[in-house]
């Protein structure tokens, strides 16, 4: 493999690619031959590491190594919520729901409209807080104001 920083960076990118069409198995094995070749340590896009690292917790099983890498994205890149997405699957994957919404909220704080961020978002049943904060969710108030909110929506 090529080890100059661009080239890494456009075989990075290129096994992202795959992965974000669903072809894991080429895409990490692009992703692995990216990583070996970077004994250097070329400054790589945020979005090589967060697939990495979501890409070996979900398919090798390796949860808490692909937490370390999708943590390394957000330092690399905490403007991409693409990252923020694949930490809260890491977290998923961990049993952590708390910090995997925590890491979704991130994610729509930086584009509230992001497909991946709002797709996760229904998919682990994602509930909007109380409208009073100080009631609990079961109190009688927050439960009629919740269906008023969520009726105003619909229209």
């Not at 456009?10 to 992202?16: E, I, R, T």
């Amino acid at each position: 493999m090529s080890t100059t920083k661009t080239e890494l960076n456009q075989a990075a990118l290129k096994g992202v690619e795959a992965c974000k069409r669903g072809q894991w198995k080429q895409g990490l094995a692009v992703l692995g031959k990216v990583a070996e070749a970077d004994r250097q340590g070329a400054e790589l896009h945020g979005l090589f590491y967060s697939y990495l690292g979501y890409g070996i917790a979900r398919y090798e099983r390796r949860v808490k190594e692909g937490l370390a890498l999708c943590q390394h994205s957000i330092k690399v890149q905490f403007y991409e919520p693409e990252n923020y997405v694949n930490l809260a699957r890491v977290y998923l994957l961990a049993r952590n729901r708390r910090k995997a919404v925590d890491a979704l909220t991130r994610a729509l704080k930086l584009n509230a409209t992001h497909p991946g961020a709002t797709a996760l978002a229904r998919e682990i049943g994602w509930r909007r807080p109380p409208v009073i904060p100080f009631l609990s969710r079961d109190n009688f108030l927050n439960r009629l104001l919740g269906k008023m909110r969520h009726q105003l929506r619909q229209k």
